[in-house]
């Protein structure tokens, strides 16, 4: 958990310009994290919080020197066991613009006009937990 913090931090507010108080949202003790590591070290990350049958996915990031390797993918595929695993009806999240196609191969769907969070353009994407 600390270390999927300090990624977090690392890529949202060290590389992204993301102010600490809205990275650290107050919601992690509720949330599901999920890693991927290898060697001893955390590559990726993301958390994954229930509403009801809804899960909000977010926090999804992946280590600098890691990445195009699929290993946010491989986090989004888990997400989706782990939405089965829970009963969830719904997975939905805000996704980075220039992000779209990661979770579009990951079937999710835009819904909605683009909007600024963080400083950042984001667009609202969902999916039905098949
Ligand atoms: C976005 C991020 C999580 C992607 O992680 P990753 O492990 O490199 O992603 P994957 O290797 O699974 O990428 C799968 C596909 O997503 C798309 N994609 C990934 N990174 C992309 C980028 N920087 N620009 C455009 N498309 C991208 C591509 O279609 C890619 O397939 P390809 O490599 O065959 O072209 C990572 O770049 C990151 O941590 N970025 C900073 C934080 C961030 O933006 N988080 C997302 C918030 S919505």
Redesign the pocket.
């Known amino acids: 958990m600390t270390a999927a913090v300090a990624l977090r931090h690392e890529?949202?507010c060290v590389?992204?310009g993301v102010p600490e108080w809205e990275e650290l949202d107050g919601r992690d003790q509720e949330g599901i994290h999920l890693v991927?590591v290898a060697d001893d070290r955390l590559?990726?990350t993301?958390r994954l919080v229930h509403f009801g049958r809804t899960i909000q996915f977010?926090?999804?990031?992946?280590?600098?020197d890691?990445?195009?390797?699929?290993?946010?993918?491989?986090?989004?595929a888990l997400a989706d066991e782990e939405a089965r695993e829970l009963g969830a009806k719904r997975l939905v999240?805000?996704?980075?613009t220039?992000?779209?196609?990661?979770?579009e191969?990951a079937g999710y769907r835009p819904r909605g006009r683009a909007f600024v969070e963080a400083g950042?353009e984001?667009v609202a994407m969902e999916k039905t937990v098949g």
């Not at 977010?58 to 600098?64: G, I, K």
């Not at 890691?66 to 986090?75: D, E, M, P, S």
């Open positions: 890529v949202f590389e992204q991927a590559l990726g993301c977010s926090r999804l990031a992946v280590r600098a890691a990445r195009r390797q699929g290993i946010a993918t491989a986090l989004l999240l805000h996704a980075q220039y992000a779209l196609k990661l979770y191969n950042i984001h």
